[in-house]
């Protein structure tokens, strides 16, 4: 086992089957490396937590060899936690024993004899998805997260019909709705850091997949604006629509291919839509004449390492004039996947959001 700081845990046999030095090395870099990409998935742009003089709850589904708890327990406890509990609703006795002496308190409901697996021990044992913790990571964790709505909501569209999740904190100011960029979808994990952080100001936001499974599968259509466009416009009528959503102000937020689409729904609607955020965007795939007659407050937030796009951005401003503004966020690359700058990307948007809505 592999903890985020590379300390490298090992079982009493990792001899007896031949693994060497070498070989304990090359896979401790192997495990790094996904540890590290699953955090930028799960929590983008977010530092770990601070654990230090904290109460600390470590759970599994489960003992079996307690290898793994272990690892984490001393994860956790060269962190300085004010209290450490080893917290899990099966386990077979013998590693219990190993495991508790590591914790300060031990939570355990069963000890069944024989164990022989954890999956034996469940009605249900499916494994959990990366969307799955990706959402459950993206949702508000103040104390008003009960106040929260979710909602999945389903969106017709000319003959197809687009999956979404509706999310409302009490009395939203305005509602934004996001449009995610090429190859992407509502599960987008800086799409929902944003989403959760705008829930937190007191913004509704939808979050809805463009295109269906099948059409996913055509990387023509990723690209296709007209086609982006015409969902999103069918996703704004549908909210316009939606009996909790009536009367709030409405603001797109478009990341990529989506920027796109919805600077041409807000030209095309300018009654309706009250600002646009441009996340990474690419907004000169509008087209001249969408980019032109929009008249909609634009706000466009690129990263300042990701030059190319800048570019794009500056000949898209220049082309909607005064009612666009560009703002660079210092060290950030396309995705935003460096320390902070996500959080900055969310704050200037909440803020024209704020402004606008």
Not at 172 to 190: A, D, K, N
Not at 201 to 208: I, M, N, P, Q
């Amino acid at each position: 086992a592999v903890d985020e700081q590379g300390r490298v845990t090992l079982g009493d046999h990792a001899g007896w089957v031949g693994a060497d030095e070498a070989y304990f090395q090359r896979e401790a870099q192997h495990q790094l490396a996904l540890i590290r990409e699953r955090r930028a998935h799960y929590r983008p742009g977010q530092p770990p937590l601070d654990l230090a003089g904290r109460t600390v709850i470590v759970i599994d589904d489960g003992l079996a060899t307690g290898a793994t708890m272990m690892a984490a327990l001393k994860s956790v406890r060269a962190q300085a936690p004010k209290w450490l509990v080893c917290a899990v609703p099966v386990a077979a006795a013998d590693s219990l024993a190993q495991v508790a002496p590591l914790a300060d308190d031990v939570v355990c409901l069963a000890q069944p004899r024989p164990f022989i697996a954890v999956g034996r021990h469940y009605l249900d044992f499916t494994g959990v998805t990366d969307a799955q913790v990706i959402d459950l990571l993206a949702r508000p964790a103040s104390g008003d997260a009960a106040a929260t709505s979710v909602h999945p909501v389903h969106i017709p569209a000319a003959g197809v019909v687009l999956d979404g999740d509706l999310v409302s904190p009490p009395s939203p100011q305005g509602l934004v709705i996001f449009v995610h960029g090429s190859g992407s979808s509502r599960h987008s994990p800086r799409n929902r850091f944003v989403a959760t952080a705008l829930n937190q100001r007191g913004f509704a936001t939808l979050l809805f997949d463009l295109l269906t499974a099948q059409e996913d599968r055509d990387p023509a259509k990723r690209f296709d604006i007209p086609l982006l466009a015409r969902r999103l416009d069918a996703a704004l009528q549908w909210a316009r629509l939606e009996s909790s959503m009536r009367g709030l102000s409405i603001g797109l937020f478009g990341a990529s291919t989506g920027a796109a689409a919805a600077i041409v729904v807000a030209a095309a609607n300018r009654d309706v839509v009250a600002a646009v955020v441009s996340r990474g965007g690419r907004p000169d795939l509008a087209g001249a004449r969408a980019l032109a007659e929009i008249h909609t407050q634009t706000l466009l937030i690129v990263g300042g390492e990701d030059r190319q796009v800048i570019e794009l951005n500056r000949a898209a401003q220049a082309a909607m004039g005064n009612r666009a503004k560009l703002v660079i966020v210092p060290g950030a690359t396309h995705l935003f996947e460096e320390p902070g700058t996500l959080e900055q990307a969310a704050v200037i948007a909440a803020d024209w959001f704020e402004r606008w809505l």
